[in-house]
């Protein structure tokens, strides 16, 4: 991570000439054609640079203000109509639509940025963040937002995942009520609507029902260990007692979507567990580690295996490269390569897991998981 992860992303990920960062990097670690940068990337590395400035990285101070004010400058269209979501290579704005997705992130971002600067600017961001999407994006059924207006498609518990994990920084950075309100409501979201009591579902109707056909049907092993690793803050942060629902989402993501022999986490299953895509991207073995730390921090419940699997698959299957630091952000059940560059947006997610196993590595070394 501060060895060379950091090094690299805030030096040739960094675009010196245009402003912000690129969004992607090729195989020999060099920025590619890519024409637009998408904000929830700028985001997630406003978080990353923000996270190892705390961490005590000294670079990642100017990094993280370098990205914030990008997206102030370039990205935010004003408290009627939020931030867009993409941004041509020279930061014009491609596409002004206001995305929940990206929305979460600004929220997430602008949070880590104040957690770690101090910045008011940047809580002032954060607030006029969340006021955009309660009164522009909220749906009139009262239960949850539109995923992007105008609205297209199913309805997506993805974004409101997100939300929830930004809610939570907001709330541990300022102790502002307001976040921790949005993140309960959220979770009760997740309790009625989202989680059956075995998986979690990806697409729904208007009502909350989940999508006909085979979409109803999708679970993504990766984010039932993401919510897991949400839910768990949230209990720390709000005394509810979520012990159950994240046990269940690891067990059936670790029973049905990890292969044991490979250890490596696959994108897709079915709700009955059958495999839809058995490839896996980076992401989805991150959020098992961070599943599995999450029931270590609830319960103590013994997961080094899991951890260790996850982790050793990370290192040798998709961070063993070279510029170091980089990552084949994809591989097929055998693990061979499928990746042709290597995405900004993935180092969130690399980063998150680790820092997470760094802050208990004391305590699963002491313990018995």
Not at 229 to 247: K, P
Request: aromatic share 12%; glycine share 8%.
């Amino acid at each position: 991570m501060f060895d060379a992860a950091l090094p690299l992303w805030g030096g040739a990920g960094v675009d010196r000439v245009r402003g912000g960062f690129y969004e992607e990097l090729d195989l020999a670690g060099r920025p590619t054609a890519v024409p637009f940068k998408r904000t929830r990337a700028m985001c997630r590395q406003v978080y990353v640079f923000s996270h190892g400035a705390m961490l005590g990285w000294t670079p990642g101070d100017d990094l993280a203000r370098l990205g914030y004010e990008y997206l102030v400058n370039h990205a935010w269209l004003g408290p009627n109509r939020g931030w867009a979501r993409r941004l041509n290579a020279d930061g014009s704005v491609l596409d002004p639509t206001p995305d929940l997705y990206d929305l979460a992130f600004v929220l997430f971002a602008m949070a880590w940025r104040y957690r770690a600067s101090g910045d008011r600017a940047a809580l002032e961001h954060a607030h006029a963040t969340l006021d955009f999407i309660e009164h522009r994006l909220r749906h009139p059924g009262g239960e949850g937002f539109w995923h992007a207006w105008p609205a297209d498609g199913p309805r997506q518990q993805n974004p409101h995942m997100h939300l929830l994990e930004a809610s939570l920084v907001a709330f541990e950075a300022t102790s502002d009520q307001r976040f921790l309100d949005r993140a309960t409501a959220i979770v009760q979201l997740f309790r009625t609507r989202f989680f059956d009591g075995r998986t979690l579902a990806e697409f729904f109707t208007d009502d909350w029902r989940r999508a006909p056909g085979d979409p109803g049907r999708l679970v993504e092993p990766g984010h039932q260990f993401e919510w897991a690793w949400i839910l768990a803050n949230y209990q720390r942060l709000s005394g509810t007692n979520l012990i159950t629902e994240a046990r269940t989402l690891v067990e059936f993501a670790e029973r049905h979507g990890v292969d044991p022999h490979t250890q490596l986490t696959c994108n897709q299953i079915r709700d009955d567990g059958q495999p839809i895509d058995r490839n896996s991207r980076t992401w989805p073995n991150t959020e098992r580690i961070k599943g599995h730390l999450a029931l270590f921090e609830l319960d103590q419940t013994n997961g080094r295996a899991a951890i260790a699997g996850a982790s050793r698959a990370l290192l040798d299957r998709y961070l063993d490269v070279e510029p170091r630091g980089s990552w084949i952000d994809q591989v097929d059940p055998e693990g061979q390569p499928l990746a042709t560059a290597a995405p900004t947006s993935t180092l969130y997610h690399v980063f998150l897991a680790f820092a997470e196993v760094l802050r208990l590595e004391r305590s699963l070394s002491d313990g018995d998981a």
